[in-house]
């Protein structure tokens, strides 16, 4: 159970620190299973079960990808984080360093993001 790997007692934890536990576990949890499943499917020498492995993988992988939108929805840090380093084109370090103070104020991350994808969502938070 993931209330197991608090190092703070749960009652001195506010709400916002124990969702954002609760997602930061299960987002380890489903990023093992990922990483359980392909290598079960690499060793697998009927591809019967290698098919249904890798199909479990990618399932778990849209697990993962549901937490990190729920992490991206409900905490500025990782908002922050993803929106300077996800869907970008530049090398990640490069980004990095632009992102740091002193950097080109992350003009090299937007000149190198992806915008040929023909469609925007625009944003999912409300104003």
Do not use: C
Not at 55 to 70: D, I, S, T, V
Not at 72 to 97: K, W
Request: no cysteine.
């Amino acid at each position: 159970m993931s209330s197991e790997t608090l190092h703070i007692p749960r009652e001195k934890l506010s709400l916002e620190a124990r969702l954002l536990h609760y997602a930061i576990v299960s987002l380890q949890e489903e990023l093992d299973a990922v990483d359980w499943y392909r290598q079960r499917a690499d060793d697998s020498d009927d591809e019967a079960l290698k098919g249904v492995l890798l199909h479990n993988m990618r399932e778990e992988m849209e697990h993962a990808a549901m937490l990190m939108e729920w992490l991206r929805r409900n905490n500025a840090d990782f908002a922050r984080t993803f929106e300077t380093y996800l869907f970008t084109e530049a090398p990640i370090t490069a980004i990095e360093t632009a992102a740091e103070p002193g950097g080109d104020n992350g003009q090299h991350r937007d000149a190198q993001r992806r915008d040929d994808l023909g469609f925007t969502i625009g944003p999912l938070r409300g104003k």
